[in-house]
């Protein structure tokens, strides 16, 4: 079976920096759009950044300018480039993809199992 991990998440100082990392494994044929969300308690789930299999990428507005979302095709990766961090960033982050499997022809949506990052003041 697919899954996503991520890695990288803990606490850092505001305006400090912090790099995520998520991988697919499994019997992974094919990667559409890749993705990072994050949920903060209390708060709905909000897309983070975006990044599509021709390289597009979206941002939320609050962290343009300071994250930066990335892949590496041939890994399976997703990554997200965090600097600047404030309070405000502080969340679970989760990764999120669109993918083929060789176990499942149609597109299917998956998540990792989410990785905490807390920013302190």
């Known amino acids: 079976q697919v899954q996503l991990v991520e890695s990288g998440g803990g606490l850092v100082q505001a305006g400090g920096s912090l790099s995520l990392s998520c991988a697919a494994s499994?019997?992974?044929?094919?990667?559409?759009?890749m993705a990072w969300y994050r949920q903060a308690p209390g708060k709905q789930r909000e897309l983070v950044a975006r990044?599509?299999?021709?390289?597009?990428?979206n941002y939320t507005d609050s962290v343009k300018g300071r994250f930066t979302i990335s892949r590496d095709n041939a890994k399976n990766a997703v990554y997200l480039q965090m600097s600047s961090l404030k309070p405000e960033d502080t969340a679970v982050y989760y990764c999120?993809?669109?993918?083929?499997?060789?176990?499942?022809?149609?597109?299917?949506?998956?998540w990792g199992q989410g990785t905490q990052v807390t920013v302190s003041s």
């Open positions: 990044i599509t299999s021709g390289g597009k990428r």
């Open positions: 999120n993809a669109f993918l083929l499997s060789y176990n499942d022809p149609s597109y299917s949506e998956f």
């Open positions: 499994g019997r992974v044929y094919s990667i559409n759009t």
